[in-house]
C-alpha cells in the first residue's frame, strides 16, 4: 500500500517536471522554425514552418500529444529532420552510460573514502579542486595524459556503426573529467556528516577497544553516513548526467548530453521532452532509494 | 580572535584583489595595444590584442558581486526549508517532494530559461536558487532529521522555547559543520554558473573586462598566449578556493573539530616493565596543566582508581591503553604492555588492547552504534537480560540494560584486562552484584574507576586515590549527608490515572499511574532496568503519548539521560545555561555564579561540550535545567556520571531550590540517591507502588 | 550553440598544445596515390543527429560533404564561383536568360543500378523546390511548376525573372535522388561515393565504382560532426581525423606555430560586415555612412578579427574586388550623431570581436557606440535587419544570389532597407543579359554604386581555413560549394 502510494506519487512528480520542461522549453525565446529558417528568412516563410511544424498549437495540446505519445514508448519525431526521436535516445543513452556509470561508481566510492580519510590535513587540497572550474580541471587532464604522456587520445570518437566497448581507451579521460569533480564535491559534501559521525561517543568507544581504522569507518561510520550519501548519490546521478553535456562536447563523445544541449540549441522539443524525461527518471528513482533509506536508517535508530 | 586572522586577511586580500585591482591596472582594460594574443607585456594581450593583466585586474568584480550573494541566498534558503522540514513531518512530506521534482529539471533548461528570459544580474541569482535551494534543503535536512530527539532539542522543547529558536538556536549550531560545508559548494556553484551565464553571452556586454568572458574570448588563441585563458581561470580559481577556506575557518571556529591523538615517539630505552601494564613516570600536558603518572598493574590484580569529577580518572583510562585524549600531550615517560615497551597512539597498542582488553565506558548508551544489531554473545544470558535482546537495535534497550550489554560486551572474549569506567552507575542492587560476580573472575586484571568507593573497596585489591594531578592510596569516603528535610508546599503535579503505551508495540508500559508532587518535594521512582521509568518522564515532558489526566501548575524541565547528548556541541556552557535564564527575563550576569554553585569554575564559561568530562557535561545540564527556574525538573538519573562529593554539590543545589518552592521527580537506580528523596515510587509489573519508609 | 559546447571549448584547445610533439613533414606532393581512407571532420553546429533528407534543413557542414559525396548536382561551383558541369555537360539559354536547357550525361547511374535520367533531375528539383521553406529557398529564380523535362536526358528549367547566372546559383545544391523517394534512410544517389554506415555521430562513405566521373583516389571516406570548433581542432592535431573543415583563424595559427599540420586557405570565404539601415536615423543620412565607412581601419580589422588570414574589401557583398574606399576627415560629422547601440550576436566567435574592434574605432572617430549581444537563437529574427545598427554575417553565395534575398525592393528580407527602383531595374537587366562579360561589367557598376551609397560595411573578407595532416592532399580550394566536394582528394600514408 505504502509502496504503490509512494510510487504513485513519483509518477505524478515525474509528469510535473515532464509538463515543467515542456513549459520552460516553450518560454525560452526562438523556435524550432525560426532556426531552421536561418538567418534571411521572412516571416511568411517562418510562419510557413511554423504551420507544418503545428507549432502554432497550443501548449497543452502539444504536450497532450507527446504524452499520449511518450506513455506507448513513442518519444515522436525530431522537428529537425523528421527522424524518430526513440532509437537516436537509447542510442546515444547507451553511449553515455558507458561514462556516466563509471564516473558515478568512482565519486561514489572516493568521494567518500576521501571525506572519511582526509578529515583536515587534505580538506584544503579537496577545497582547490572542487574550486576548480570544471573546464580547467578537464583541460588539464588533457594536457597531462594525452599531451604530455600520450597515454589516451584528446578526443574520444566511437568507431562508426561500433560501441565505445570496441575503444575503452577513450573513455578514461572522460569518465576522470566527470568523477574528479564529482568526487571532490560528494568528498566536500560528506565532510560534515562524517565530522558529525566521527565526534559520536561510539566512534571513540571504538577506537578505545582498538578496531583498526578500517573496520571503524566501515562498521560503524558508513552506515551512519547512508542517509546524505544515498541523497547525494541521487543527486549526482542526475549531476553526472548533465555533466556529460560539457564532457561530451570537449570529447567530441557522442552521448545524451550533446543530444541535450543541441537540441536545446535548436529549440527540438520532442529531443528536449525525451531526453529530459530519461534524466528525469533517474533523478527522480534515485531519490526515491535515497528517501527509503533515509527512512530506515532513521527507524533504526529510534527517532521515527 | 586568535585563529580568524587568517580568514581576516585572506577575504581583504581577495577583496582588494578583486574590486579595486582596476586601479592598479597599467593599462586602461579595453584600451588595443598590440597585436592579437602576443606575449607582450606580463600576461601578454588577448583577443583583440588589449593587455590581458590590465583586464585580470578590473575583471572580477561584476562576476563576485553576482555569485557570491547568489549562493548565499540559495544555501541559506535552502538551509532554511531543510531545518524546517527535518522539524515538521508534514512539511518534509511537502518539501522531499517539491525538491525532488525540482533536482529532476535539467539544469540546462532552468539555466537558459533564466538566462534568456531575465536580465543577468537577476538571472544567476534566479537560476541558483531553483538549481541549489532543493540541493541545500535536502542535505541540510539528511543532517538535522536525525537530530530531532536529541537531548538538548528535547530539552528545549520542554522548557518552552519557540519553535524558531529550537530551529535556529538549537539545531541549526550542531549542525553548522553540513551548512557551511554546503554553503561553500553553493557559492562555488553560483561561481560556475555565473561563469557559464557570462560565457553564453549574456553577463555584461563587451568590451567590458570580466574573467568569464575573458576565459570565452580567449580560448581560440589559447595555445598562442596561454595565460589570456589562464590567468582568468586561476583568478576565478583562487577566488573561490579563499571563500571555500575561509567557509572552513569559520567552521572550525564555530564547531571546534577534535584534534587528533599526538603520535608520541617509541621510548628510548629496552628495559622491560613490570606487571600487564606499567605507566612509567608518563607526564601529561594539557590545559589543565602537568599530571604526572607512575601505576603498574598486576597480574590478576583488580585495582581501583578513584577521584572527584574532573581529576583525570578517564584520562588515566585511556592512558593504560596506549591513547591520549585529544588536546593532551605525552610530554615523557614509558609505556609497557606485557613487559614491552609501547609508543602513546601507535598501532601496536592498538593491536594490543584489541586482543587484550575488555572496555566498559563511562557512557555506555552513547557507546552503542544505533545502527547495530546487540547480537549474540554468552555473557547476555547470565547477565540477565532477555533471551532475545541479541535481535534488538540500542534504542529499544533501557539505560540499565545497555549499560549490562556493554558490559557483557567486554568480557565477552575473555580478556587479559578489563577496564571499567562508572560500571556500576545506573545499575540495579541485582545487576551491580551480578557485575560485582563477574570482576571476581580468576586469571584476569581489571582497573574500575569509580566513584563509589564503598563498592570499589568491597571488589578491588588496592584502590587509588587521584588527586591534584598524582596519585596515592585512597581515603574514607565522606558520610552521606542526612536528607533535607523540606516542608512540602501547593500541589504543582497530579497525575490521574495515567497510563503510557511503549514506543513500538503500543501496549501499555505503565498503567493507572496516579502520584502527587508537592512544592519541595523530592520524589524518586525506582525499579528494575527497562520497566519505563524513563519512558514516563518524557510522556511527562510531552515527548511521548499518554493518557489520563496530568495536572501541572507551572514550568518544567527535563534533565535527561544521555550526558552526551544532553548539551548541544556547538554552544559553549555559558551559552547553553544563559539562554534559559533570557528565556525567563533574568539577566545572563548570573551565569557564572549559577555554575559555580555546581562547581563548575570561570574556566569553563567558554568551553563547549567536546572539552568537558562526562560529570562536569551532568553538571552543566542540570545547571540549564535550573535555570530557567521551573516548578517542576524531571530528572533521570542526574548522579550517574558523578562521584560522591561532586553529586553532593548537586544535591545540595537542588535542595537549595527545593527549599525555594522547587519540586523533584526522579528516575535512579541509585539506592543512596532515592534515600535522599522525600518519597519512593516502586515501578513493578507496569504499576507505580509508593515505597512505605519505616 | 548550446551553453555548454563554448564554454567547455577550452579543454578541446588544451589538446593543440599536442601539436608540439612532431616535427613538420613536408613531403613532396608527386602523383596521387590511390586507395587509403580519409577521415574528414567538419562542425556539425546541431551535434546531434545527422539529416538523411538532402533536400531540406542542412544545419551542419558534415552533412553538406555527406550529401556532395553521395549524390550528384547539375552544376559545381568553379575556382572562381562560375558553374562547371557536373550531370550537366552543357546548358544553355535563350535571349533573356529565362529558359534554360541543361543537357545531361547519359552514363550516369544511380547506385541501385538505374540510369540517371530527367525525370529524376525533375521530381529532386520539385522535391527542394516544395521545401522552399526548409531549406532557405535554394533553388532561387526556377519556376518548377513551368520546368519540364524532355526526353531522358534534357531538363527545360523556366525562371521567374531573368536570370542569366543560373547554372552558378545552382551550383553545388541540387542533391539528384531517384525519382518518387521520400525515404532516405538508405540512400540511393549517383556520386562519387555510397554510404556504407552511419551513425548519428559519423558516416562511412566507400568508393563508387560505377561513378561516372574519373575514378575517385580514396577508397573510404569517413565524416565526423564535431558539436565543438575546439575539438574539431584538436582531433586534427591529436590525428584522430585527417583533416579538420573550416576551423577558427585562431586554430590556424596554431597549426601555423607549432607547424605540424597543414593549412589551406579558401580566399574571401567569411565577411563580418556592419549593417546601417538607410530608413533609420542617423544612418538614413548618406553623410553619416560615409563618414561611418571612412572612420573604420580595415587593416587593423582584419589583423585582429582573421589574424591576418583575409584581405580588407570594399563595402559590397561578393568578393574583395571592389577597393575600399579612401580615408578621409570624419569627425566633425560623427561627433554631431549621439551615441548608437551596435547589435551583434554569439552565434560566430569573429561576430563579437569585430562588434568590439568597430565600436572602438568609432568611438576614436567621435562616434559613442555600445555594443550589445544577444543569443544565436533570437538575434536573427530580432535585431539584425531590425536595428539602426547590426552585424551580420555572409558567406561566399554567389551575389545574384544575395542581391535577391536582401538588396531589392521586392526582398522578402532586406537587410538595410536599401530600396531603389533604378536600382532593381538595372539589376533586371544585368540579370537578363546573357553575354557574361557584359553582365560582369554591369554587375560591377552595381556594386560599386552599393558601396558608395548602402548601408553595407564590408570591411573585409576572412579565408576559408582547413587543417590537414601532411599525407591529405587535392582537397578543395574553390569557392562557395566547392569546398564539399571531396572526389579528387588522395592521401599518402
New interface residues.
Given amino acids: 500500500m505504502g509502496a504503490a502510494l509512494t510510487i504513485a506519487r513519483a509518477a505524478l512528480t515525474f509528469l510535473l517536471v515532464c509538463l515543467l520542461v515542456f513549459v520552460i522549453t516553450n518560454l525560452l525565446p526562438g523556435d524550432a522554425a525560426v532556426i531552421a529558417a536561418g538567418q534571411r528568412a521572412s516571416p511568411e516563410r517562418i510562419a510557413a514552418l511554423r504551420a507544418a511544424l503545428r507549432l502554432d498549437d497550443p501548449v497543452w495540446l502539444r504536450f497532450g500529444g507527446w504524452l499520449s505519445g511518450a506513455v506507448r514508448g513513442d518519444f515522436g519525431r525530431s522537428l529537425l529532420d523528421g527522424g524518430p526521436v526513440a532509437p537516436v535516445l537509447w542510442s546515444r543513452l547507451g553511449t553515455t552510460l558507458y561514462l556516466a556509470v563509471p564516473a558515478w561508481c568512482l565519486a561514489l566510492v572516493f568521494g567518500t573514502t576521501l571525506a572519511i580519510v582526509l578529515r583536515s590535513a587534505g580538506a584544503a587540497a579537496l577545497t582547490v579542486v572542487a574550486g576548480l572550474p570544471e573546464v580547467v580541471l578537464a583541460g588539464g587532464l588533457v594536457v597531462v595524459f594525452a599531451t604530455w604522456l600520450g597515454w589516451f587520445p584528446s578526443v574520444s570518437l566511437v568507431p562508426v556503426g561500433g560501441t565505445p566497448a570496441d575503444r575503452p581507451e577513450v573513455l578514461v579521460l572522460p569518465i576522470l573529467a566527470l568523477a574528479l569533480p564529482a568526487t571532490a564535491w560528494l568528498a566536500r559534501l560528506l565532510r560534515g556528516p562524517v565530522a558529525d559521525v566521527m565526534a559520536r561517543p561510539f566512534v571513540a568507544d571504538a577506537v578505545l577497544r582498538g578496531v583498526p581504522g578500517g573496520v571503524v569507518a566501515f562498521r560503524h561510520v558508513l552506515p551512519h553516513l547512508a542517509p546524505p550519501l544515498a541523497q547525494a548519490g541521487a543527486v549526482l546521478a542526475g549531476g553526472v548526467l548533465t555533466a556529460t553535456s560539457v564532457v561530451e562536447a570537449v570529447f567530441a563523445y557522442p552521448g545524451l548530453g550533446q543530444l541535450l544541449a543541441s537540441a536545446v540549441s535548436t529549440r527540438d522539443t520532442p529531443v528536449i521532452q525525451a531526453v529530459a524525461a530519461v534524466v528525469t527518471a533517474v533523478v527522480l528513482v534515485g531519490v526515491l532509494v535515497a528517501d527509503a533509506v533515509g527512512v530506515w536508517v532513521v527507524r533504526r535508530v529510534g527517532a521515527g | 580572535m586568535r585563529r580568524g586572522w587568517p580568514l581576516v586577511v585572506c577575504l581583504t586580500l581577495a577583496l582588494t584583489f578583486v574590486f579595486l585591482g582596476g586601479l592598479f591596472a597599467p593599462h586602461d582594460p579595453?584600451e588595443?595595444v598590440g597585436?592579437?594574443?602576443t606575449r607582450d607585456g606580463l600576461l601578454g594581450t588577448d583577443?583583440?590584442?588589449r593587455d590581458v593583466l590590465s583586464r585580470l585586474l578590473a575583471g572580477g568584480s561584476v562576476l563576485l558581486a553576482v555569485a557570491v550573494p547568489s549562493g548565499l541566498a540559495a544555501g541559506l534558503l535552502g538551509t532554511a526549508t531543510g531545518l524546517a522540514a527535518a522539524w515538521s513531518p508534514r512539511l518534509e512530506r511537502v518539501v522531499?517532494?517539491v525538491s525532488?521534482?525540482l533536482?529532476?529539471?535539467?539544469?540546462?533548461?532552468?539555466?537558459?530559461?533564466c538566462?534568456?528570459?531575465l536580465p543577468s544580474w537577476v538571472a544567476v541569482p534566479a537560476s541558483m536558487v531553483l538549481l541549489g535551494t532543493p540541493?541545500s534543503a535536502?542535505?541540510v535536512h539528511?543532517?538535522a532529521?536525525?537530530l530531532?530527539?536529541a537531548g538538548f532539542v528535547q530539552a528545549a522543547v520542554v522548557r518552552g522555547e519557540r519553535t524558531s529558536y529550537v530551529l535556529v538556536g538549537e539545531l541549526l549550531p550542531a549542525?553548522a559543520?553540513?551548512?557551511?560545508?554546503?554553503l561553500?559548494?553553493r557559492i562555488?556553484a553560483a561561481f560556475?554558473l555565473a561563469?557559464?551565464v557570462h560565457?553564453?553571452?549574456?553577463g555584461p556586454?563587451?568590451?567590458v573586462a570580466d574573467w568569464a568572458v575573458m576565459?570565452?574570448?580567449n580560448?581560440?588563441?589559447?595555445?598562442?598566449n596561454p595565460w589570456s585563458?589562464l590567468a582568468p581561470?586561476?583568478a576565478?580559481?583562487a577566488v573561490?578556493?579563499v571563500?571555500?577556506?575561509g567557509l572552513?575557518l569559520l567552521g572550525a571556529r564555530i564547531?571546534p573539530?577534535?584534534r587528533?591523538t599526538a603520535r608520541v615517539p617509541p621510548p628510548a630505552s629496552a628495559r622491560s616493565g613490570r606487571g600487564l601494564v606499567e605507566l612509567r613516570g608518563v607526564v601529561l600536558q594539557s590545559d589543565e596543566g602537568i599530571t604526572l603518572f607512575d601505576l603498574t598493574v598486576a597480574r590478576g590484580e583488580v585495582l581501583g582508581i578513584v577521584g572527584a569529577s574532573g581529576s583525570g580518572k578517564t584520562t588515566l583510562l585511556?592512558l593504560l591503553?596506549g591513547?591520549v585524549r585529544p588536546g593532551a600531550h605525552v610530554v615523557g615517560g614509558e609505556l609497557f604492555l606485557d613487559g614491552t615497551p609501547v609508543a602513546f597512539g601507535s598501532t601496536a597498542a592498538?593491536?594490543?588492547?584489541?586482543?587484550n582488553?575488555g572496555?566498559v565506558?563511562q557512557?555506555p548508551v552513547?557507546?552503542?552504534?544505533?545502527?547495530?544489531r546487540i547480537g549474540s554473545s554468552a555473557p547476555l544470558a547470565r547477565l540477565g537480560l532477555p533471551p532475545d535482546i541479541g535481535k534488538r537495535?540500542p534504542?529499544?534497550l533501557s539505560g540499565g540494560q545497555t549499560r549490562r550489554v556493554v558490559f557483557a560486551r567486554a568480557i565477552h572474549r575473555n580478556p587479559a584486562l578489563l577496564l571499567l569506567d562508572e560500571p556500576t552507575s545506573g545499575l540495579d542492587p541485582v545487576t551491580k552484584a551480578l557485575v560485582t560476580e563477574e570482576i571476581a573472575a580468576p586469571q584476569r586484571s581489571t582497573v574500575i574507576v569509580t566513584h563509589d568507593l564503598e563498592w570499589a573497596r568491597s571488589v578491588c585489591d588496592r584502590v587509588v586515590e587521584l588527586r591534584s594531578g598524582a596519585l596515592r592510596s585512597a581515603t574514607d569516603a565522606p558520610v552521606a549527608a542526612p536528607r533535607a528535610a523540606i516542608a512540602p508546599g501547593e500541589v504543582v503535579l497530579r497525575l490521574e490515572n495515567v497510563a503510557v503505551p511503549a514506543?513500538s508495540t503500543g501496549e501499555h508500559l505503565l498503567r493507572e499511574v496516579s502520584l502527587t508532587l508537592r512544592r519541595g518535594e523530592m520524589v524518586a521512582v525506582v525499579g528494575a532496568s527497562g520497566a519505563g521509568k524513563s519512558t514516563l518522564l518524557r510522556a511527562l515532558a510531552g515527548l511521548h503519548p499518554l493518557s489520563g489526566h496530568v495536572h501541572l501548575a507551572g514550568r518544567m524541565a527535563l534533565l535527561g539521560q544521555d550526558p552526551?547528548g544532553e548539551l548541544n556541541?556547538a554552544h559553549t556552557l555559558a551559552h547553553a545555561v544563559g539562554r534559559p535564564l533570557r528565556l525567563v527575563g533574568e539577566h545572563p550576569g548570573r551565569v557564572p555564579e549559577l555554575l559555580a554553585e555546581a562547581g563548575l569554575g570561570e574556566q569553563f564559561l567558554t568551553r563547549k561540550p567536546?572539552q568537558c568530562s562526562g560529570g562536569q557535561r551532568q553538571r552543566a545540564a542540570l545547571v540549564r535545567a535550573l535555570a530557567g527556574d521551573p516548578d517542576v525538573l524531571l530528572a533521570d538519573e542526574p548522579t550517574s556520571a558523578l562521584d560522591r562529593s561532586t553529586a553532593e554539590v548537586v544535591l545540595g543545589l537542588v535542595n537549595r531550590r527545593r527549599a525555594a518552592g522547587l519540586a523533584v521527580l526522579l528516575v535512579t537506580h541509585d539506592e543512596v540517591l532515592a534515600e535522599q528523596a522525600d518519597r519512593v515510587v516502586d515501578v513493578v509489573d507496569g504499576r507505580c507502588v509508593e515505597r512505605t519508609r519505616q | 550553440m548550446s551553453l555548454f559546447s563554448r564554454r567547455t571549448a577550452l579543454v578541446a584547445v588544451f589538446g593543440l598544445v599536442a601539436a608540439g610533439c612532431a616535427a613538420p613533414t613536408g613531403a613532396a606532393q608527386g602523383p596521387p596515390v590511390d586507395g587509403g581512407t580519409l577521415r574528414y571532420g567538419a562542425v556539425a553546429a546541431g551535434g546531434g543527429s545527422a539529416v538523411a533528407d538532402p533536400h531540406g534543413s542542412l544545419f551542419n557542414e558534415s552533412d553538406w560533404v555527406r550529401m556532395a559525396a553521395l549524390y550528384d548536382v547539375l552544376t559545381v561551383p568553379g575556382r572562381n564561383g562560375e558553374a562547371e558541369p557536373r550531370l550537366a555537360t552543357s546548358w544553355s539559354s535563350d535571349a533573356t536568360a529565362s529558359t534554360w536547357r541543361f543537357e545531361l550525361r547519359t552514363d550516369a547511374v544511380f547506385s541501385a543500378g538505374r540510369p540517371v535520367r530527367a525525370a529524376d533531375v525533375l521530381f529532386s528539383l520539385r522535391r527542394i523546390g516544395a521545401k522552399a521553406a526548409q531549406n532557405g529557398g535554394r533553388l532561387g529564380t526556377v519556376d518548377i511548376a513551368a520546368s519540364t523535362a524532355e526526353g531522358d536526358h534534357t531538363v527545360v528549367l523556366r525562371t521567374s525573372q531573368p536570370d542569366a547566372e543560373l547554372p552558378a546559383a545552382l551550383a553545388g545544391v541540387t542533391f539528384v535522388v531517384p525519382d518518387g523517394t521520400e525515404n532516405f534512410d538508405q540512400p540511393v544517389g549517383s556520386g562519387p561515393f555510397r554510404l556504407s554506415t552511419m551513425d548519428s555521430q559519423a558516416a562511412v562513405l566507400v568508393r563508387n565504382d560505377r561513378w561516372w566521373g574519373p575514378r575517385p583516389h580514396l577508397d573510404r571516406l569517413e565524416i565526423r560532426g564535431f558539436a565543438d570548433p575546439q575539438a574539431l581542432a584538436g582531433a586534427v592535431t591529436s590525428g584522430e581525423v585527417d583533416v579538420a573543415a573550416n576551423v577558427s583563424p585562431a586554430a590556424a595559427k596554431t597549426a601555423e606555430t607549432t607547424g605540424r599540420l597543414t593549412v589551406s586557405r579558401r580566399p574571401a570565404a567569411v565577411a563580418y560586415p556592419l549593417l546601417m539601415r538607410l530608413d533609420r536615423a542617423p544612418f538614413d543620412r548618406p553623410e553619416v555612412r560615409r563618414a561611418v565607412k571612412s572612420a573604420v581601419d580595415r587593416q587593423a580589422l582584419v589583423d585582429a578579427v582573421f589574424l591576418g588570414y583575409g584581405k580588407t574589401s570594399g563595402d559590397v557583398q561578393g568578393g574583395t574586388d571592389i577597393p575600399p574606399p579612401s580615408s578621409g576627415d570624419a569627425g566633425s560629422t560623427l561627433a554631431a550623431v549621439g551615441p548608437v547601440v551596435l547589435h551583434t550576436t554569439t552565434a560566430y566567435p569573429g561576430m563579437v570581436s569585430a562588434a568590439t574592434l568597430l565600436a572602438q574605432q568609432l568611438g576614436a572617430a567621435g562616434l559613442k557606440v555600445e555594443v550589445r549581444q544577444h543569443p544565436p537563437e533570437t538575434y536573427w529574427t530580432q535585431a539584425y535587419g531590425v536595428e539602426p545598427l547590426a552585424m551580420g554575417y555572409y558567406t561566399d553565395i554567389p551575389f545574384p544570389v544575395w542581391v535577391r534575398q536582401t538588396a531589392l525592393s521586392g526582398s522578402a528580407f532586406n537587410e538595410t532597407g536599401w530600396r531603389d527602383p533604378g536600382f532593381d531595374a538595372s539589376f533586371a537587366s544585368a540579370m537578363s543579359t546573357v553575354d557574361s562579360s557584359r553582365r560582369a561589367a554591369a554587375l560591377t557598376q552595381l556594386r560599386s554604386r552599393m558601396a558608395a551609397d548602402g548601408g553595407w560595411l564590408v570591411w573585409g573578407y576572412g579565408d576559408g581555413l582547413d587543417l590537414s595532416s601532411p599525407s591529405v592532399h587535392g582537397l578543395p580550394t574553390g569557392a562557395g560549394f566547392a569546398r564539399v566536394f571531396l572526389e579528387d582528394v588522395w592521401v599518402r600514408r
Avoid: C, M, N
Fill in positions: 579595453t588595443v597585436g592579437p594574443w583577443v583583440l590584442g522531499l517532494r525532488a521534482g533536482l529532476a529539471v535539467p539544469g540546462l533548461l532552468v539555466t537558459l530559461a538566462a534568456v528570459t540541493l535536502r542535505v539528511a543532517a532529521a536525525p530531532r530527539r549542525v559543520a553540513t551548512v557551511l560545508s554546503d561553500g559548494l562555488v560556475q561563469v557559464a560565457v553564453l553571452g549574456l556586454a563587451p568590451p576565459i570565452r574570448e580560448l581560440p588563441g589559447v595555445v598562442l585563458v581561470a586561476a576565478v580559481a573561490t578556493t571563500v571555500l577556506l572552513d564547531v573539530p577534535a587528533r585511556r591503553l591513547d592498538r593491536r594490543w588492547r584489541r586482543r582488553v572496555l565506558p557512557d552513547a557507546a552503542l552504534d544505533p545502527l547495530r537495535r534504542h529499544a514506543h552526551a556541541p567536546g
